[in-house]
């Protein structure tokens, strides 16, 4: 598929997989995506599995280390807290900032995820800043609005070189973990519209550089539509990057 951006296709495992079967998974991808060269692909499993994977990894060329959180401080006394520097220990290159899981279960703010975001390029981690509407947010036409707050404020205080590396994954609620797909139309809506909101934030440039994922229920079905569309740039994929063969089928039938 032939892309203005190079695809980025990254597994979110969330809470799930221990050690052991953090190890199984990855070694399945390592044989089935050994071949994948034209995809940057991320694979993010909880904390505690993180160091035995980036042992796993290191023989894989083609496959990154992300992690699915971090703190927007250095050092210190906050309780349950990573900070960068503790995932850069382990190899990770990218972190995922802003999770809808996270915006409404543990209450992050646009502006605590912009903190997350610098502290993150300040570590020279690569950022992966989740935003999207819910159902009631879409049903009451306020999706552009609820964008525009998100972008702006989880990406306030970046300069134009840490916006180009940084990745922006549009996961319409409504449809993560429910089975439920943006149709590609609404998609590229989206996505077309969040690139117009970068531009209108830094310039056409850093614009056309910048990678947008979608997430939300992607599946092998769909990929290949999905990736398709101008806008699009790769996947942040939940339950189907818990098993070999969903996640390398989605990312074979995305190129």
């Not at 060269?37 to 290191?58: G, Y």
């Not at 502006?111 to 989740?130: F, M, N, Q, T, Y």
């Not at 769909?222 to 969903?246: H, K, T, Y």
């Amino acid at each position: 598929m032939d892309k203005e951006r190079k695809l980025i296709i990254a597994g979110n495992w969330k809470m799930n997989k221990t050690v052991a079967e953090a190890l199984d998974l990855v070694n399945g991808l390592k044989r089935e995506l050994a071949n994948v060269k034209d995809v940057d692909i991320v694979v993010c499993p909880p904390f505690t599995a993180l160091c035995e994977v980036s042992k796993s990894i290191l023989s894989a060329k083609n496959l990154s280390l992300g992690a699915q959180n971090m703190s927007e401080q250095n050092m210190g006394a906050y309780t349950g807290e990573i900070a960068a520097q503790m995932l850069k220990e382990f190899s990770v290159r990218y972190v995922i900032l802003g999770h809808s899981e996270r915006r409404m279960c543990q209450a992050e703010s646009d502006e605590l995820i912009a903190k997350k975001a610098r502290a993150a390029h300040a570590a020279s981690l690569k950022p992966i800043v989740c935003v999207g509407e819910t159902l009631t947010e879409r049903e009451a036409g306020r999706m552009e609005k609820v964008l525009e707050t998100q972008v702006h404020g989880s990406l306030a205080g970046l300069t134009k070189d840490q916006m180009i590396e940084t990745v922006v994954a549009y996961e319409p609620v409504w449809a993560i973990g429910t089975g439920k797909t943006a149709t590609s139309q609404q998609a590229q809506e989206a996505h077309a519209f969040i690139r117009q909101l970068l531009v209108k934030m830094f310039d056409d440039a850093v614009a056309r550089k910048v990678r947008i994922q979608y997430g939300g229920s992607v599946k092998p079905a769909n990929a290949r539509e999905l990736m398709s569309l101008p806008d699009v740039d790769g996947a942040l994929v939940g339950g189907a990057s818990l098993e070999v063969r969903s996640f390398a089928d989605i990312i074979k039938n995305s190129i």
